[in-house]
C-alpha cells in the first residue's frame, strides 16, 4: 500500500497532459535497453557484430524483444538467452553484419500482458512532457562511420 512518504509522492506521481496528476505509478512498464553496442564504446572495424542487451517488465514476463539497425524504420526478432521469468531482468542478442556507415540501433520489448515498449512522442502523448521518472521509452544508439558510439534522440 502506498505510505505518502516524501519519495513516494514525488517520484511515483506522474504529471499528465490534461493537468491531472497520476499517483503512484508503482509498476514499472516493460522496457529494454542495447547494452553492446553502446555508449561511448567503438566498433574496431565493419563485420559481424552482435547486438546484446537487457529488457524488463513490472508488469510480467518479456515474451518478445525486436531490433532495430535502422532507427525504428525495420524490426527483426531478437532472441532471448535462458528462461523467461516475471519482473526479472532478461537477456537478448541479434546477430548484425556493420557495414562501415551509419546507423541507429533500438531495442523494443513486449511482455507477456502485451504491453509494447513505446516510441518517446507516444510515451509524452499519453503522459505529457513531466513524466521523467518512468520513462520507458525506445532508447536509441548511433554507430558513427567512426565506429564510435553515442546516445541519440529518435
Given at each position: 500500500?502506498?505510505?505518502?512518504?516524501?519519495?513516494?509522492?514525488?517520484?511515483?506521481?506522474?504529471?499528465?497532459?490534461?493537468?491531472?496528476?497520476?499517483?503512484?505509478?508503482?509498476?514499472?512498464?516493460?522496457?529494454?535497453?542495447?547494452?553492446?553496442?553502446?555508449?561511448?564504446?567503438?566498433?574496431?572495424?565493419?563485420?559481424?557484430?552482435?547486438?546484446?542487451?537487457?529488457?524488463?517488465?513490472?508488469?510480467?514476463?518479456?515474451?518478445?524483444?525486436?531490433?532495430?539497425?535502422?532507427?525504428?524504420?525495420?524490426?527483426?526478432?531478437?532472441?532471448?538467452?535462458g528462461p523467461r521469468y516475471a519482473k526479472s531482468f532478461t537477456?537478448?542478442?541479434?546477430?548484425?553484419?556493420?557495414?562501415?556507415?551509419?546507423?541507429?540501433?533500438?531495442?523494443?520489448?513486449?511482455?507477456?500482458?502485451?504491453?509494447?515498449?513505446?516510441?518517446?512522442?507516444?510515451?509524452?502523448?499519453?503522459?505529457?512532457?513531466a513524466t521523467i521518472y518512468h520513462n520507458n521509452r525506445i532508447?536509441?544508439?548511433?554507430?558513427?562511420?567512426s565506429g564510435e558510439v553515442t546516445n541519440v534522440e529518435a
Amino acid at each position: 500500500m502506498p505510505s505518502m512518504a516524501r519519495d513516494e509522492t514525488s517520484k511515483y506521481t506522474d504529471l499528465l497532459p490534461d493537468g491531472k496528476a497520476r499517483q503512484f505509478t508503482l509498476v514499472m512498464d516493460a522496457k529494454s535497453v542495447i547494452t553492446r553496442p553502446s555508449g561511448e564504446q567503438k566498433l574496431d572495424r565493419p563485420g559481424f557484430c552482435e547486438i546484446r542487451g537487457l529488457a524488463w517488465s513490472g508488469r510480467g514476463a518479456i515474451s518478445r524483444v525486436e531490433v532495430s539497425t535502422d532507427g525504428g524504420g525495420s524490426w527483426t526478432d531478437a532472441e532471448i538467452e535462458g528462461p523467461r521469468y516475471a519482473k526479472s531482468f532478461t537477456r537478448f542478442r541479434s546477430p548484425w553484419r556493420w557495414d562501415g556507415r551509419r546507423h541507429v540501433l533500438m531495442s523494443r520489448a513486449t511482455d507477456d500482458t502485451g504491453y509494447v515498449q513505446p516510441t518517446l512522442a507516444a510515451l509524452l502523448e499519453a503522459r505529457g512532457r513531466a513524466t521523467i521518472y518512468h520513462n520507458n521509452r525506445i532508447k536509441a544508439w548511433e554507430v558513427h562511420e567512426s565506429g564510435e558510439v553515442t546516445n541519440v534522440e529518435a
